[in-house]
Nanobody, 121 residues
Framework: QVQVAESGGGLVQAGGSLRLSCGAS????????MAWYRQAPGKERELVAI???????AYADSLEGRFTISRDDAKNTVYLQMSSLKSEDTAIYYC???????????????WGQGTQVTVSP
């Protein structure tokens, strides 16, 4: 199987920065898109940033250029650098990876358990 795990969340003051990491491991042949989502209390999960296997990135409009997504394919890892954090960025951040498993011809999306980011005023 495939496991996806996030790390790097925590408590930070408004205006501060955090870097989230997400690694995929297991029976992986290749990885397509890797993405970050977030879900704030009482709200639906929303896409934050996505990076394709060709390193093309896209972001939610609401971020105003404060976040940067990157990936290290040698480590099957995607990162989210978050700067100028605001209280409204408080949420559980989830990572997803589109994985082609060994001996399987199609991609399947795997999710991590999430990491809490809390931004204090």
């Amino acid at each position: 199987q495939v496991q996806v795990a996030e790390s790097g969340g925590g408590l930070v003051q408004a205006g501060g920065s955090l870097r989230l990491s997400c690694g995929a491991s297991g029976l992986i042949s290749s990885i397509g898109n890797m993405a970050w989502y977030r879900q704030a209390p009482g709200k639906e999960r929303e896409l934050v940033a996505i990076m394709t296997s060709s390193n093309s990135a896209a972001y939610a409009d609401s971020l105003e250029g404060r976040f940067t997504i990157s990936r290290d394919d040698a480590k099957n890892t995607v990162y989210l650098q978050m700067s100028s954090l605001k209280s409204e960025d408080t949420a559980i951040y989830y990572c997803s990876a589109d994985v082609k498993m060994t001996q399987i011809s199609t991609f399947r999306t795997f999710w991590g358990q999430g990491t809490q980011v809390t931004v204090s005023p």
